[in-house]
Each structure stands twice: as C-alpha cells, then as structure tokens.
C-alpha cells in the first residue's frame, strides 16, 4: 500500500532560521506532490503543489519544495521561517486518476516558531 | 476560486443519535467528494469517496453503515453518523477536486463532532 512519511513530528525554531520539513512516499509511478498547512483553529490550505516539470516548486508564503525523484521526497523548505508559521504542516501524495484522485496523507509536523 | 464549506461546524450530541453533515461546493460542480477524519494530533485519513448519483466507495475498515453518505446533487453530499458513539468524536473534513483539475482538492472548513 501507498505511503507517505513525515519524520519530523514535532519541530521547534526561532525566527529567522531555515526550515527544512522531510517528506517520503513510497510508490514507484507518477505522483502528484503536495504540501498542505493548517493554522491553529483553521482548515487545511494548500501550500504547494508538484504535478511534473520543474522540481523545484515555489508555493505561498515563501515556502519551497524540491522533488527528487530518485529519493522519492518532497522535502519542504523555507530560509527564514516567521512566528506567523506557527502551524501543523501536512505532505501529501495523489497517484492521480490511478487512485481515483485520493490523498494520501503524512502524519503531520508541528512547527512552533518561538519569536 | 474553488470554495467548499461545511455544515455545522460544530456539533455535540447524545451517545445514540444520528448526526448529518453537510459538504457543499460552492462555485463549482463536484461529481466526487472526499471524507476525511481527522482525530487530535493525527493526520487525516480518508473514510470514503463520494459519487454523485452513485454509491460511495469506502476505504478499509470504515463501516459503511455507520457512516452513510449521500450525493444526491453535484454540489452537495452529506455524512451521516449514525448511532453515534463517543469514539465517534472527531474532526471530519471534506474535499471536492477543482473543476478540470482533478489533481488538485479544495478543503472544506471541518465540522468537529463531539458525542457525549
């Protein structure tokens, strides 16, 4: 069965430091890549999204991803993160219309950002 | 853009009785709809697809008769918890995929269901 990895469950910085969140799947064909953020007390809000093309991919807020294919990661990144990212940060895989466009979704990772 | 809502928000009720939430795409048509449970501190985990005019398909260990869905329309489904227990209480979230993309999901606000 399809899978998706977040190993950081609980992240803790201050601001201005960089980011880095992990992200792992495990299916060997094509993949749509996302990474979504819940604010405290608020729904889901796509940060980014990977469909093919550039790996890179720049999302809101600042906020990047890089898809190594080789890797099979979607790592999400951001240089100086904000108090204001204080939230749960949740990767995502689609296997696309092989699955019937149904999410797959990583446990989560909670960013504190002390100011 | 696409938006989706959800009704109620929030609900709390008696063990015992049925809870019906409603999924409605706003600006756009949604011949598949997506349930999400979403428990405290977890990620969520897809209950059920949704199919207007059809059945719903259920992921694996969900019991499609405790948790019906309904998609009589192409902007409306609804989840109704029956015989709801307190394990029952969650956080249940919808999506519905945009309009000639389906790769990508619009979320719905969550409707929190505590059952006393």
């Known amino acids: 069965a399809q899978s998706v990895s977040q190993h950081n469950h609980h992240v803790i910085l201050s601001e201005a430091a960089s980011l880095e969140l992990g992200c792992n799947y495990s299916?060997?064909?094509?993949?749509?890549l996302f990474w979504y953020v819940q604010y405290p007390g608020q729904h889901l809000q796509l940060l980014l999204k990977?469909?093919?093309?550039?790996?890179l991919v720049k999302g809101i807020k600042g906020f990047e991803a890089e898809f190594i294919k080789s890797k099979f990661s979607f790592n999400l990144r951001k240089p100086s993160v904000q108090w204001s990212d204080t939230a749960e940060y949740f990767c995502?895989?689609?296997?696309?219309?092989?699955?019937?466009?149904?999410?797959?979704f990583g446990s989560g990772t909670r960013l504190l950002v002390r100011p | 853009g696409a938006v989706v809502s959800q009704h109620p928000s929030r609900v709390i009720c008696k063990s015992g009785t049925s809870v019906k939430i409603e999924c409605r795409s706003l600006?756009?048509?949604?011949?598949?709809m997506f349930w999400y449970r979403q428990f405290p501190k977890q990620s969520l985990m897809l209950m059920a697809t949704s199919n207007e005019g059809s059945k719903a398909t259920y992921e694996q260990g969900v019991e499609k008769d405790k948790f019906l869905i309904n998609h009589a329309s192409l902007t409306l489904s609804t989840l109704t918890v029956a015989s709801a227990h307190p394990e029952d209480s969650s956080f249940y979230i919808c999506?519905?995929?945009?309009?000639?993309?389906?790769?990508?999901?619009?979320f719905g606000p969550g409707t929190r269901l505590t059952v006393l």
């Open positions: 600006d756009f048509q949604a011949t598949t």
């Open positions: 999506s519905a995929p945009g309009q000639g993309n389906y790769n990508e999901q619009f």
């Open positions: 995502a895989v689609s296997l696309g219309v092989d699955s019937s466009y149904k999410l797959i």
């Open positions: 299916y060997g064909g094509t993949v749509n």
């Open positions: 990977y469909f093919s093309g550039d790996p």
